[in-house]
């Protein structure tokens, strides 16, 4: 399985962005999917989670801001971050579970500023 992100960027406090990640090979079983974060000398965190069935979870620093969706047709699964903060800038990176195999994307960065 091989993990593409897109997306990231600069954004001024308050902003949004749309991080998409796109998974291609052997996607069938993708089971859980999701968004996981790593902030300069900070350990790596879990963002949003979302099940092949659609169900949704979510850290609370991200709860009413994010909002992470699955599109199975197109391998794609997409997080929506609104009313971002400083506090929110990182390497973003998407994950796939296949068949007790984590697999990992290569990042995006997402710096909040003004």
């Known amino acids: 399985v091989q993990l593409v992100e897109s997306g990231g960027g600069l954004v001024q406090p308050g902003g949004s962005l749309r991080l998409s990640c796109v998974a291609s090979g052997s996607i069938f079983s993708i089971t859980r999917m999701g968004w996981y974060r790593q902030a300069p000398g900070k350990q790596r965190e879990l963002v949003a989670t979302i099940t092949s069935s659609g169900r949704a979870n979510y850290a609370d620093s991200v709860k009413g801001r994010f909002t992470i969706s699955r599109d199975n047709a197109n391998n794609t699964v997409s997080l929506q971050m609104n009313s971002l903060k400083p506090e929110d800038t990182a390497v973003y990176s998407c994950?796939?579970?296949?068949?007790?195999?984590?697999?990992w994307g290569q990042g995006t960065q997402v710096t909040v500023s003004s």
């Open positions: 994950n796939a579970f296949r068949q007790n195999i984590l697999y």
